[in-house]
């Protein structure tokens, strides 16, 4: 990828990430810290918590595939693997601030 498309998703996902902050906080003062907003936030957390265990699950599963078959050859540089460390626990807490957006319109 190009280094003006990465910068533009890293900026897109930290805006996301800010915003969950912001949002989180706003409705933690709207609602008081009650007992229902804190079973919104326990649940999606939940939600969160299961987007990082199947993503365990498929890197082992890509691990095993690639120790098994060795003519597969796959190089990556560190940052390139920075970059997807880091876009994939922002998009975990994205997956969290959803599941919390559609509990607290549920409930």
């Known amino acids: 990828m190009s280094q003006p498309l990465l910068l533009a998703i890293i900026i897109i996902l930290m805006i996301a990430y800010f915003y969950n902050l912001h949002y989180r906080a706003k409705k933690q003062v709207q609602y008081k810290n009650d007992e229902r907003w804190r079973e919104?936030?326990?649940?999606?957390?939940?939600?969160g918590y299961k987007f990082f265990q199947y993503l365990v699950i498929l890197i082992a599963i890509g691990m095993v595939?690639?120790?098994?078959?060795?003519?597969?050859?796959?190089?990556?540089?560190l940052s390139r693997t920075l970059f997807l460390g880091f876009a994939v626990i922002i998009l975990g807490q994205l997956v969290e601030m959803v599941a919390l957006k559609v509990f607290d319109h549920r409930m």
């Open 65 to 77: 595939y690639l120790t098994f078959i060795p003519s597969v050859n796959i190089d990556i540089s």
């Open 40 to 47: 919104i936030e326990l649940l999606s957390s939940r939600i």
